[in-house]
C-alpha cells in the first residue's frame, strides 16, 4: 500500500486543524495509524490520495446505504442546487421529505428538520424537558447520542449514582440531571424509576445500539422500557439517528414494533449531506416554536440540497425495497469471517442486525458496554490495519457498526472473506 502522500497531507491538517481531524475517531489512533486521506468514492468503493482502492465497509458512519455517489442522488442534487443552494424561506421539498418521513414512521406525525444528529437529540430532550417540566433524563452507558453536553457524561462510581461529565467542559451540573444505566438491563431503570421517577423527563435509547459496537436489545427489552415510561408518564425517545432506514424502511421501532413518543432521525434521511430530524406525536411536536414556547431554530434546517438528498435517497429505499438482500449478503459475510478466524482458533463474536454489523474479539457475548469493553482492542487495531493493507476500510474503533451498501455485491464480499482468510492476528 503506497502512502505517501496521506503521510503528508497527515502532516500539513495537524499544522491548522486540531488532531488533523474534524472528528475525532478519523485520527485513526484507537486503531494505532494514521489516516488515510480520500480523494473520490464510487459504488463501494473509497479511492485515496496516493491511489489505493478500498472496499468500504464505514460508508461515512452509515449513510451512504445506496453507495458512494450514487447516480440518482447526485442528478437530483444537482438539478435543486443550480436553482440556489439556501433561501432560508420555506421550499416544497421541506414537506415531501416530512411527508416521507411521517408515512414511514407510524410514531411521527410532525417532523422537523435540523442540520445533524446533535442538533435533533437536543431538540428531543428539550421538548421532553418542555413538555413534562422535569429535568433529569436516563441514558444507556456506552450510547451515543452526538456531543450534546447533557449525552457527554459517564457512570460515576457505582452504576446507581447520577453522571459525572466525560468531557471536560461539560458542567457538572448539567451531567447531574443524567441518570445512567447498563444497556439491557430493565432492573436498573426500574431502579431509577423508583427514585427518582416524578422528576424524570425522558428516557433515550438508540433502540439497537451502534456506537458501542452493534448491540441488540434483549426480547422485551424495549416493550419493558415502554411501559416503564408509560408507568411514570415519561417520554421514550428513540434516537434513530443510526437505525432508520438501515433495517427496513421505517426504524428499528417498526421491526421491533414499539412506539416511542419522540424519535431522533439523521445520517441516512440526509444522503450524504448533514442533516437531522426530531419527530413525534403531534401534541409534543406543537409544542414546538413557533405554535409552542419551546424554542429552536437553525439558518440551515431544511437546506433544499440536502433535502433533495434525503428524498432521492428514500425514493430508491422504498422503491427497490434492498432489505432483505442487505440482510443476505451480510449474513454471507459475518458467515464468511466467522469462519476464517474459527479456522485460525481466534476468539470472536459477531452481532448483527440486516446491514449492520460489529466483529468483537472476545470469547463472551457482547450485550451492555461493559461486555464490550473486555475486547482485544489491540487485536482490533491489528485486524484493521491489515484489511487496510489489503484494500478492505473497515470503521476504525472496535467500538463502532460496519454496514453495507447496495452497492456491495457478492464480489466484493468474497474478496473481504479471502482477505480475512490471510488475517495473522
Ligand atoms: C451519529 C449519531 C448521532 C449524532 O449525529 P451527528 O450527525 O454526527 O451529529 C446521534 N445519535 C446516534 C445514535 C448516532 O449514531
Known amino acids: 500500500m503506497k502512502n505517501h502522500k496521506n503521510a503528508q497531507l497527515f502532516k500539513n491538517a495537524q499544522q491548522v486543524i486540531p488532531g488533523g481531524v474534524n472528528s475525532p475517531v478519523r ?47 447526485l442528478s437530483e442534487v444537482k438539478k435543486v442546487m443550480s436553482k440556489g443552494t ?14 416521507m418521513i411521517v408515512s414511514a414512521f407510524d410514531s411521527i406525525d410532525k417532523v422537523r428538520m435540523v442540520s445533524s444528529g446533535t442538533e435533533a437529540v437536543m431538540t428531543a430532550l428539550r421538548l421532553a424537558r418542555g413538555a413534562t417540566g422535569r429535568d433529569k433524563v436516563i441514558k444507556f452507558i456506552g450510547g451515543y447520542h452526538g456531543h450534546v453536553d447533557h449525552m457527554l457524561v459517564s457512570a460515576g462510581s457505582g452504576l ?25 438491563d430493565v432492573e436498573a431503570v426500574m431502579r431509577l424509576f423508583k427514585e427518582y421517577g416524578d422528576q424524570i423527563a425522558a428516557v433515550i435509547i438508540e433502540p439497537v445500539a451502534g456506537n458501542m459496537g452493534t448491540v441488540l436489545p434483549k426480547p422485551y427489552f424495549l416493550n419493558e422500557i415502554r411501559s416503564l415510561c408509560n408507568q411514570n408518564k415519561s417520554i421514550l425517545i428513540f ?15 417498526t421491526q ?48 433544499p440540497v440536502c433535502v433533495a438528498a434525503g428524498i432521492a435517497t428514500l425514493k430508491q429505499l422504498e422503491t427497490s425495497k434492498p432489505y432483505r438482500k442487505l440482510d443476505k449478503l451480510t449474513k454471507t459475510l459475518c458467515d464468511g469471517i466467522t469462519e476464517q478466524l474459527t479456522g485460525k482458533s481466534i ?15 472476545t470469547d463472551c457475548e457482547v450485550t451492555d458496554f461493559d461486555t464490550a469493553s473486555k475486547c482485544d482492542t489491540e487485536r482490533y487495531g491489528n485486524y484493521f490495519r491489515q484489511m487496510l493493507n489489503m484494500g478492505i476500510y473497515l470503521p476504525p474503533s472496535q467500538f463502532e ?24 492476528l
Open 256 to 303: 421491533y414494533k414499539i412506539k416511542p413518543d419522540l424519535t431522533t432521525l439523521g445520517k441516512i434521511i440526509g444522503g450524504g449531506f448533514p442533516i437531522g430530524a426530531v419527530g413525534g406525536k403531534a401534541s409534543i411536536m406543537n409544542k414546538l416554536s413557533p405554535d409552542g414556547a419551546i424554542y429552536q431554530a437553525g439558518t440551515l434546517s431544511g437546506n
Open 401 to 424: 457498526a460496519n454496514f453495507l451498501s447496495t452497492a456491495h455485491t457478492k464480489k466484493h464480499i468474497g474478496k473481504t472473506i479471502k482477505a480475512a482468510g490471510k488475517l495473522r
Open 86 to 99: 439556501s433561501y432560508g424561506i420555506p421550499t416544497a421539498g421541506e414537506t415531501q421529505l416530512a411527508e
Open 160 to 184: 446507581m449514582t447520577l453522571g459525572t461529565p466525560s468531557s471536560p467542559g461539560v458542567p457538572a451540573d448539567f451531567a447531574k440531571n443524567t441518570l445512567l444505566a447498563p444497556y439491557n
Open 27 to 73: 485520527a485513526f489512533k484507537s486503531v494505532g495509524a494514521e489516516p488515510i486521506f480520500i480523494k473520490k468514492a464510487k459504488g463501494p468503493f473509497l479511492y485515496d490520495e496516493d491511489g489505493n482502492r478500498y472496499i468500504d465497509y464505514c460508508l461515512s458512519w452509515g449513510p451512504m446505504i445506496l453507495g458512494h455517489a450514487d447516480k440518482y442522488v
Open 239 to 253: 434516537d434513530e439517528v443510526i437505525s432508520c432506514f438501515r433495517l427496513c424502511y421505517g426504524g428499528a421501532q
Open 347 to 361: 476468539p470472536h463474536k459477531i452481532n448483527r442486525i440486516g446491514s449492520m454489523f460489529t466483529l468483537f474479539f
